[in-house]
């Protein structure tokens, strides 16, 4: 079965406090994708993987930095957070497999 | 430019009653047209999939959609609901380039009462 997984699931942090969301897949597939879901706009895409080594801009990638330096693994990185990011991410591998979600509260 | 507008925020229906969630699209390139459903607290779970071939396609727990490009809809229904269906549902299109296309509309909240 596809499998994604992320944690944290839950992160409360401070403004300016560099973290790290980590994302694995089970599928040893080439593409991968961060996405933020916040109440009334949806899931927005922040960035995604053609591959290893290969990483592109989503539609909302201000503020997060991505790697991709194995196939299972796509971190999401924030350097220094601020209170606009409190949201909902999903690591996936789209279109078939979600992660479970990690709800982010930035004080 | 992509596009999806899935229409209404809220949709209730009485439990056995017909479920019908609207998504409209925009896309300038023959779409990939998706149904996802987000249980509380959970993850987005594929329901079902429009590649080409049949333009009606049918998914998990009993729902189904239908292709219409000259209204360019996509829209899910389930001949009856269930208390379990009540969940939010995102529409999603992407175009035949790949995934990393991939754009959500805006949710509809299915509420469903006894």
């Known amino acids: 079965e596809a499998q994604v997984t992320q944690n944290p699931r839950y992160l409360i942090t401070v403004t300016g406090k560099k973290l790290t969301v980590t994302c694995s897949q089970n599928?040893?597939?080439?593409?991968m994708s961060w996405y933020r879901q916040d109440p009334g706009l949806g899931l927005r895409q922040i960035y995604y993987?053609?591959?290893?080594?290969?990483?592109d801009k989503g539609d909302v990638p201000e503020g997060y930095k991505v790697s991709r330096k194995e196939k299972r693994n796509f971190p999401l990185i924030l350097e220094s957070p601020s209170p606009n990011q409190t949201s909902l991410y999903f690591c996936?591998?789209?279109?078939?497999?979600f992660g479970p979600g990690t709800r982010l509260t930035v004080t | 430019a992509q596009s999806v507008t899935q229409l209404g925020s809220h949709v209730s229906v009485s439990e056995g009653a017909l479920v019908l969630l609207r998504c409209n699209y925009s896309?300038?390139?023959?779409?990939?047209l998706f149904w996802y459903v987000q249980y509380p607290n959970q993850g987005l779970q594929l329901l079902l999939k429009?590649?080409?071939?049949?333009?009606l396609v049918k998914g998990i727990n009993g729902f189904e959609a239908e292709f219409k490009k000259s209204e360019t809809s996509f829209h899910l229904t389930k001949p009856s609901a269930h208390m379990s269906d009540a969940a939010e549902y995102f529409c999603?299109?992407?175009?035949?380039?790949?995934?990393?296309?991939?754009?959500f509309g805006k949710g509809t909240m299915l509420l469903v009462s006894p």
């Open positions: 996936a591998r789209p279109p078939q497999a």
């Open positions: 599928m040893n597939h080439e593409y």
């Open positions: 993987s053609m591959n290893v080594e290969v990483t």
């Open positions: 896309s300038s390139v023959p779409p990939y």
């Open positions: 429009y590649t080409t071939g049949a333009t």
């Open positions: 999603a299109v992407s175009d035949q380039r790949g995934y990393s296309t991939l754009t």
